[in-house]
C-alpha cells in the first residue's frame, strides 16, 4: 500500500509539471509558423522559467522580464516583476522549480533515462551550488543595470549568452522553421547550444544541474524557502535522524536539520521516505 502511495505521488507531480508546461507553452500554431505568440497574455509573467521567445509560449518568463526592465529607461513594469516574485516567493518558494517549471521538468525526464550511472551531484557540490546566485546578481542584476549603450539600454545578459531554457524552447525551434535565421546564426548561437548539450547530458548522469548549479530563479525563489507558506517541518520528538531523508533527497539535503533549505524545490521524497512520519508539510494552524 505504501508504494502504491508513492508511486501515486510521483505521478501527481509528473502530471501537474506536464500539464503546466503544456497550458503555458499552449499557442500551437507558434511552432508551425515559426512565430512568436505577442498577444495580451505576453505581458503577464508565469512562475517557471518559461521563454518569451518559444513559439508556444503565451506568458513571459520572470526572470526574462526582469531584466527587460533592469535594462530598459521605462520601468513601469519594474514594480510589477518584483511583485510577482515576492509574490511566488512568499507562497511558494522553490515548489515552483519542483512543480511548475518546463524546463525542471525537461531534466526530470532525462534523468528517467536508464542504463546510465546516476549522480546526485557534480564533483565541488558545496561551492557549485552558490553558481546560480553569483549568475542572479551579476547576470541578471547588475549587467542589464549598468553595462549598457550608448542609448542607456542594457541587454538581458542571461537570456542572451546563458539560459539553456531559451535554447531549447525558443531558439531551435525557431531556427528550424526560418531559413533567413538559418543562415545568420553563428558563434553566440553555437555558444548556447553547447551548453544546452552539456546540461542535457549531465541531466541524464546528475539530478538537475541546471537548477542546483545555474538557475537565477531557482537562486531566487530558494532565498523564501525559510519564510514560505509552502514549507516543510520536522517534529523532533518523533525525528531519529537516520539520514532517511537525505538519502531520498535528489537535492541531496540534509532535511532533518534544515527542512528549508533554500536547495528543496518541495518533491516530496523525503516526507514519503520518512520511517517515523516526522517530516511534515505547513499545515495552515500552524504559526
Not at 507558434?30 to 512565430?35: A, D, I, P, R, T
Not at 533515462?113 to 542584476?141: A, D, E, T
Not at 552539456?198 to 544541474?209: Q, T
Request: hydrophobic share 45%; aromatic share 12%.
Amino acid at each position: 500500500m505504501v508504494k502504491v502511495i508513492k508511486k501515486t505521488r510521483d505521478k501527481t507531480r509528473l502530471w501537474v509539471q506536464i500539464v503546466f508546461t503544456a497550458v503555458t507553452n499552449g499557442y500551437l500554431i507558434g511552432f508551425v509558423q515559426g512565430k512568436i505568440y505577442t498577444g495580451p497574455t505576453k505581458n503577464l509573467c508565469v512562475p517557471g522559467l518559461n521563454c518569451y521567445s518559444c513559439p508556444g509560449a503565451l506568458g513571459s518568463c520572470p526572470i526574462g522580464s526582469l531584466q527587460a526592465v533592469l535594462g530598459s529607461r521605462d520601468y513601469k513594469f519594474s514594480f510589477y516583476v518584483i511583485g510577482f516574485l515576492l509574490l511566488f516567493g512568499s507562497l511558494l518558494g522553490r515548489f515552483v522549480c519542483g512543480w511548475l517549471c518546463p524546463f525542471g521538468l525537461v531534466q526530470d525526464l532525462l534523468y528517467k533515462i536508464p542504463f546510465v550511472k546516476k549522480m546526485k551531484n557534480l564533483p565541488g557540490h558545496n561551492v557549485l551550488k552558490w553558481l546560480k546566485y553569483v549568475i542572479l546578481l551579476v547576470f541578471v542584476i547588475l549587467l542589464p543595470l549598468f553595462a549598457v549603450d550608448m542609448f542607456g539600454q542594457g541587454k538581458p545578459w542571461f537570456c542572451e549568452y546563458i539560459c539553456p531554457s531559451g535554447t531549447l524552447a525558443g531558439g531551435i525551434p525557431l531556427v528550424l522553421a526560418s531559413e533567413p535565421l538559418r543562415q545568420t546564426i553563428g558563434f553566440l548561437y553555437a555558444w548556447k547550444m553547447a551548453i544546452l548539450i552539456i546540461l542535457v547530458l549531465l541531466s541524464v548522469m546528475v539530478y538537475r544541474p541546471f537548477c542546483k548549479y545555474l538557475c537565477p530563479l531557482g537562486a531566487a525563489y530558494g532565498l523564501f524557502n525559510p519564510i514560505a507558506f509552502q514549507r516543510f517541518e520536522v517534529e523532533t520528538a518523533k525525528c531519529v535522524k537516520c539520514g532517511k531523508c537525505q538519502d531520498a533527497c535528489k537535492m541531496d539535503i540534509n532535511v532533518w536539520e534544515n527542512p528549508n533549505s533554500p536547495e528543496c524545490i518541495r518533491c516530496g521524497d523525503c516526507i514519503k521516505n520518512c520511517p517515523t512520519g516526522a517530516l511534515r508539510k505547513r499545515r495552515k494552524n500552524d504559526k
